[in-house]
């Protein structure tokens, strides 16, 4: 298959680039907007014990400054994180036609693609991703017929494992505004267990010109909550900025073996009625190393209404948002690049 063949899918195919620099089609020419920061000092980015005792009060202290933290002790086993970037490898060192196999018909479907945003932007991202909606069996049984079990076992078990820790942050996450245990349980998630299964395994393989390239362009995500397991190469930033007098700056978020990072998405800051505010981040590729990264989009099935939680309406203002699903909300991403939530804004006036 030819470069030109796999453009036409807007696709990064590291075995196709015979070159000295790289190709203009690839080549961003506004990485540099913000200056890129250390996370050290007041950057420094929290990293929150699921088991302290002050877990609520320090996720709530997260999430209003900033939008994303790492966690430890999270509970899920370093044998099936393993086994989960193992996978990975073993995915994206298919040849890319058996990869294209299973390419995306639509941005927003399931299966193998480049990013979602090319349709909207002048340039091609250095990667490469795998969606699963649901289950990613059909997908598995086309890509090693002979052999898609074990890629599917450790999925599932992966899908289960994400889906009780997204349930027990979401609990931390409403507790730390004072939402009580019942109230949670009143939503129309109940607990958190009406929740559809989307998740994203990326690629970024490294580039001698890594510092012209993008993995993932800037975006915040359209879920209540993302969790992002790498494989120990750095590479996600975050776009930082305290108040309106801050200066925007991208921090690179620290690797810390055996944590998640989490970010607060668009349906998080519109049931909380902005309380938590979605971050914007992006993804960087590096010189040497070649990073993969599984972003599980925790969210909510995709008929159940989400709309600002009556406990936290203040009543003088009233909700910030209209009641929306989440497709109505991708569906809006889709149409534009950024800024799909505004869609969704009432007007205080
Ligand atoms: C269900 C999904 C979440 C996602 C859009 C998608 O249909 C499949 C990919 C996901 C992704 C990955 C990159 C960033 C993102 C914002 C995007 O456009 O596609 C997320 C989506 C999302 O959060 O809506
Ligand atoms: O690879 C990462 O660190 C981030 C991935 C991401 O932002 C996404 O898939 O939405
Ligand atoms: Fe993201």
Redesign the pocket.
Known sequence: MSLHETRKIKLHQPENFQFDSIPDSHAWDNLHDHPTVEPVGPDTIPVIDLCDPKLIEKIGKACEGWGVFLISNHGIELKLLNQLCSQMHRLFALPADVKLKVAKAD???GGYGG???SRFLPKYTWSE?F?V?DSPLEHAKILWPNDFSSFCDVMEEYKTAMNRLGRRLMHAMLLSLGVSEEEINDTPFGDFSKIKT?Y?LNSYPPCPEADRVLG?PP?????FV?FVYDNGVSGLQILRREDDNDPKRWVTVPVVPNTFVVNV?DLMQVLTNGRFHNMVHRAIIGKTYHRMSA?Y?F?PELDVKVSPLSKLIDPGVGPLYKTMTWPEL?TK?SLSYGHALDAFKIDSN
């Open positions: 941005s927003f479907d990013d979602p945003f991703s969606t909606l989307v994203s993932l975006h915040s995500d359209t879920g993302t998405g972003a989009f969210s991708q991403r």
